[in-house]
């Protein structure tokens, strides 16, 4: 059963990443480059600071920047565990694949470090600006998973390795916001 399951993961990441064309090549790109997002991330922390008082706000960003190390370390933990190669180390699959940047990155993929975060961010702050903004959560979602899907476009990652991440930065972020909510009632900074 699993290695069927892994057998149309494989197949399906060489359609989705057969999709991509030189034109596409160079948006993908930049859309997985997490230090292109650095501006995005700052409007989300001043949507934050404008809902938080100052000391809310701080301590908000030290759960995110925990909730980041948490998931980044989870996920290392995962890809040396399951030492599942990427596609671009896997005989088969290398020979037939498009690669979009000079290199997919490590050996291990399962799962997506980028999905994970990604999905934890949109989670996380979603929850916390959700009766401000009404249709935040969906945008940041919707930049999750394209966040995942470039992650499969470039070449570094199977959807399951996406799918994965998702799941896990998901259920992350929303541990982190009950984290979150739990220090501020302790502390009592509302």
């Given amino acids: 059963m699993i290695e069927q399951l892994i057998e149309y993961d494989k197949e399906l990441f060489i359609y989705l990443n057969g999709l991509g064309n030189t034109y ?3 948006f993908w790109l930049a859309y997985t ?3 292109n997002w650095v501006p995005f991330y700052a409007l989300l922390a001043y949507l934050m600071y404008k809902r938080l008082n100052t000391k ?3 301590l908000t960003l030290v759960v995110i920047a925990l909730m980041i190390s948490f998931t ?6 995962f890809k040396n565990g399951f030492e599942r190669f990427r596609p671009c180390h896997e005989d088969g699959v290398s020979q037939v694949m498009r690669l979009v940047r000079s290199s997919c990155g490590g050996r291990f993929g399962y799962f997506s470090g980028h999905s994970s975060n990604s999905m934890a961010v949109a989670v996380f702050t979603s929850l916390i600006l959700r009766s401000r903004y009404k249709y935040l959560p969906i945008i940041l979602i919707i930049w999750a998973i394209g966040m995942g899907y470039s992650r499969i476009y470039v070449g570094a990652h199977y959807p399951l390795d996406v799918v994965s991440g998702f799941i896990f930065g998901g259920l992350s972020g929303f541990m982190f916001y009950k984290l979150d909510k739990y220090l501020q009632s302790r502390f009592k900074l509302k």
Avoid: R
């Fill in 24 to 26: 596409w090549d160079p």
């Fill in 56 to 58: 809310m706000f701080v």
């Fill in 72 to 77: 980044d370390q989870v996920t290392n933990l």
């Fill in 33 to 35: 480059y997490k230090f």
